[in-house]
């Protein structure tokens, strides 16, 4: 069971990590939305491995577990296919790149949620709910 835990806990970090890195190449688009030329990245997970998180089930109360999860590195790509570009030939959408930095924001804030409880729940089973 504790390996089940570990792995889905490396696997929510990995998710941090990524989001952490896409918010630096939007951020990145935002701050180069007047450079002339420029072309907006994006950055998208690869898989490489399929991890098996699927959890023992010692109880039939017990819910289904996370099952498995695409983990791997992550790969930047332009992202600017349709994109009219301006007179200088940016193709940035300010709009487009702070609606996503958004929506990071909030997988990243999820995700790091997550991780709190879940440590908070095994710090409180660790001192048999003394602390």
Same mark, same amino acid.
């Given at each position: ?11 929510? /970090? ?11 190449? %939007?951020? &990145? +688009?935002?701050?180069?939305? =007047? ?38 590195? /992550? ?11 301006? %007179?200088? &030939? +940016?193709?940035?959408?300010? =709009? ?36």
């Amino acid at each position: 069971m504790i390996n089940g835990l570990n792995k889905s806990t490396d696997a929510m /970090a990995g998710g941090l990590t990524f989001h952490r890195r896409r918010h630096a190449v %939007l951020a &990145g +688009n935002v701050a180069n939305a =007047d450079t002339p030329g420029y072309r907006p990245l994006e950055l998208e997970r690869s898989p490489v491995a399929n991890l098996d998180l699927s959890l023992e089930r010692t109880s039939g109360l017990h819910q289904d577990s996370l099952g498995s999860v695409d983990a791997g590195d /992550a790969e930047t790509f332009y992202d600017d296919e349709g994109a009219e570009p301006g %007179l200088d &030939g +940016n193709t940035v959408s300010v =709009d487009r790149e702070l609606a996503k930095v958004d929506a990071n924001r909030v997988r990243y804030t999820a995700t790091s949620r997550i991780i709190s409880k879940r440590m908070a729940a095994l710090r409180y089973a660790a001192t048999d709910g003394a602390g």
